[in-house]
């Protein structure tokens, strides 16, 4: 058994518990494998231990990765900031984009789908924790937003997207991602069908599910470390 394989199962079990723990079905937490900055043949692998789903930060990393697996058939989601000079290679070399936080993005996502592939999942992030150095929709705001994408052809609103500040205290993370479902309850009785809330990391997947999370975006608890930024290295 390699080490990604070891830790997949590793993290795979943690999901089962939480999800156990919160009194929710485990299959209803999806795993997101965060391969950004390692090599394509460190996807394989994870490939290879039935992982199928994987987030990618960088946009011309992220294509080339997916170009260079497509027989694979892998689900390839866009988690990072993304700005609109960029948004071309995602709409057509992703399956999922998390990072919406204003409709100038999400418009042009719209518009630059390929009209030949399925709709762009996508979903909105929320600055639940008010930082002026993080991405994110204010919540007073994701409303409005997420109305105006809703409507736009070749996407399909998912859900909502956060990533709170680090903190060791674990009510305030429960808030934080408590915060973010009482957001989706609302734009639900809005009559928006949202089915997705991304939430939680490798530190804390737990409270995510707690809270409610259907994706978890782990990448170090599967790949350790993060590698350093360059090149993709070959398959």
Known sequence: MTLITANLQAVRGRIVRAAQAAGRDPA???????SKTWPAGAVREAAAAGQRAFGENYVQEG???AAALAALGLEWHFIGPLQSNKTRPVANAFDWVHSIDRLKIAERLSAQRDVHLPPLNVCIQVNVSGEDSKSGVAPGQARELARAVAVLPRLRLRGLMCIPEPTADEALLRSRFAALRTLKEALAADG???DTLS???SHDLEAAIAEGATIVRVGTAIFGTRAAAGPVAAV
């Open 63 to 65: 294509a080339d990765k």
């Open 28 to 34: 209803s937490v999806a795993l997101l494998a965060v």
């Open 192 to 194: 928006l069908a949202l």
């Open 199 to 201: 939430m939680g990391m």
